[in-house]
Nanobody, 129 residues
Framework: VQLAESGGGLAQPGGSLRLSCVASDLTPFKRYAIGWFRQAPGKEREGIGCIAASEYNPNTIYIDAVKGRFTISRDNGKNTVYLEMNNLKPDDTAVYYC????????????????????WGIGTLVDVSL
């Protein structure tokens, strides 16, 4: 099983980036809930958002710091989850990870590291002038 993040890079404050998380050999992908985590320099890794395994209109959760700016979506046909990040701020600078957990229910959404089955290796997002 492999989770591969992409789409990170340098962005200016107020800019946008879209991260992708592609899962390989994670079957059936639609039964896994996906979380997005980030680790800023000198800080612990934190969950910032997640998407449930529901096939139709899946539940999503966001922390207050990104609510209204970040959007998570999934395309089960492509085994991919997206993190759309808008109005980026310097505080968003971090390594971003996606993580998969077998769903314990249709609405389950992983926001903590306990229970995570698989991790990606991360992609760096640097928000600066």
């Amino acid at each position: 099983v492999q989770l591969a993040e992409s789409g990170g890079g340098l962005a200016q404050p107020g800019g946008s980036l879209r991260l992708s998380c592609v899962a390989s050999d994670l079957t059936p992908f639609k039964r896994y809930a996906i979380g997005w985590f980030r680790q800023a320099p000198g800080k612990e890794r934190e969950g910032i958002g997640c998407i449930a395994a529901s096939e139709y209109n899946p539940n999503t959760i966001y922390i207050d710091a990104v609510k209204g700016r970040f959007t998570i979506s999934r395309d089960n046909g492509k085994n991919t989850v997206y993190l759309e990040m808008n109005n980026l701020k310097p505080d968003d600078t971090a390594v971003y990870y996606c993580a998969a957990e077998i769903a314990v229910g249709r609405e389950y959404c992983p926001m903590t590291e306990s229970g995570i089955d698989y991790w990606g290796i991360g992609t760096l997002v640097d928000v600066s002038l």
